[in-house]
């Protein structure tokens, strides 16, 4: 199965996972997804009222430089593991 196979297979389980993980992990996943569609954080960073979105707009921006294939890789791998 190839790495986009392998992707687009985590983001199916990831609707499906045993229980939900922590904020943290979900900021991962969130940063690790928009990395592997999107590449480097762009746009504005979001106000101080919308903390969601600025935290988000945060964990993405961390992955900075990772290239598309390593952050699905890592994506991949992190489902698997939450799946258990």
């Given at each position: 199965?190839?790495?986009?196979?392998?992707?687009?297979?985590?983001?199916?389980?990831?609707?499906?996972?045993?229980?939900?993980?922590?904020?943290?992990?979900?900021?991962?996943?969130?940063?690790?997804?928009?990395?592997?569609?999107?590449?480097?954080?762009?746009?504005e960073r979001p106000g101080f009222t919308d903390m969601v979105?600025?935290?988000?707009?945060?964990?993405?921006?961390?992955?900075?430089?990772?290239?598309?294939?390593?952050?699905?890789?890592?994506?991949?791998?992190?489902?698997?593991?939450?799946?258990?």
């Amino acid at each position: 199965m190839s790495l986009q196979e392998q992707f687009l297979q985590a983001q199916a389980d990831s609707k499906n996972l045993p229980e939900r993980p922590d904020n943290m992990t979900l900021l991962k996943i969130y940063a690790l997804f928009k990395q592997a569609g999107a590449g480097d954080a762009n746009g504005e960073r979001p106000g101080f009222t919308d903390m969601v979105g600025r935290a988000k707009y945060d964990a993405w921006c961390t992955l900075a430089g990772t290239s598309k294939e390593a952050a699905m890789q890592q994506y991949v791998e992190l489902i698997d593991e939450l799946r258990g």
